[in-house]
């Protein structure tokens, strides 16, 4: 069985280190604070789909160290609320609203969003869970809460990156899965479940390569800083980290797990 492997701690705990900065930049071409396979990019794709203005509000699940969801609050001024398991990650997030005097039109909050989340009906006018929603256990329940948090024709966009289409061994699962909890389902479940707990799909689009693409760069970017890493995390860290970046790079590449973004409003 592969070993659990620390991936959020060392992320969020070095975030601000020169050393993190480095490996962010020379993974993504531009570094937006992110920590999993979203590009500035993509971002912008999702910012369209979205279409906040400044009187919205937009809760962020699983927020991370929230440098995403700031460019979010900067590039439509709508205010945003952030929410993460990590309290490293939340604490990274908090710091980075103050430098960027966001402090105003954001709030980050330390939440398992697993279960039943700390705000009333109708709270919000959408709702975005990137590269995380596979970390929730209960999907339905998950996106059941999400409704329930939106308001009348709330948006709602996510991404779902281990959605299985192919042949999967017990070991890529196990390696795969070994940064923490994960779902897996398969090609076909979100829309369903969707549809169960209210919600109409406006897009489905496959950002599989965009996946592989970043786990390929992300792995070789720490490659490239291993001796520096080794000292930051520890051999057996770094090394776990480095497997899970090349299966998940393998994966995505032959599709046999496919990431896919979604974009759909309340019925």
Wanted: charged share 25%.
């Amino acid at each position: 069985m592969s070993k659990k492997v620390d991936h959020y701690g060392p992320q969020y705990s070095n975030f601000v280190t020169n050393l993190y900065k480095e490996i962010r930049q020379e993974t993504y071409g531009s570094d937006i604070g992110q920590n999993g396979w979203i590009t500035q990019e993509e971002q912008d794709l999702f910012i369209e789909w979205l279409s906040l203005d400044k009187e919205d509000v937009l809760l962020d699940v699983a927020c991370g160290s929230g440098g995403p969801t700031l460019r979010l609050a900067e590039r439509m001024g709508c205010f945003i609320t952030g929410v993460d398991i990590h309290e490293d990650g939340i604490k990274a997030a908090k710091k980075q609203a103050k430098e960027k005097d966001l402090t105003s039109q954001s709030k980050f909050m330390v939440i398992d969003a697993s279960g039943k989340l700390p705000f009333e009906n109708a709270s919000f006018d959408a709702v975005m869970c990137i590269d995380a929603i596979n970390h929730l256990p209960n999907r339905l329940q998950v996106l059941n809460e999400w409704n329930r948090v939106l308001k009348s024709n709330g948006k709602l966009l996510f991404t779902d990156p281990i959605t299985v289409t192919g042949s999967l061994s017990k070991e890529d699962i196990e390696i795969r899965s070994s940064i923490g909890y994960f779902l897996f389902v398969a090609d076909g479940v979100d829309e369903k479940l969707l549809s169960e707990s209210g919600f109409n799909i406006v897009h489905k689009v496959d950002r599989t390569e965009n996946m592989a693409q970043m786990a390929l760069k992300w792995r070789n970017a720490r490659a490239n800083k291993a001796d520096l890493l080794i000292k930051a995390e520890g051999k057996e860290v770094f090394e776990g980290q480095q497997q899970f970046f090349e299966v998940c790079a393998r994966l995505g590449a032959h599709k046999d797990l496919s990431r896919f973004a979604f974009y759909a409003t309340k019925k």
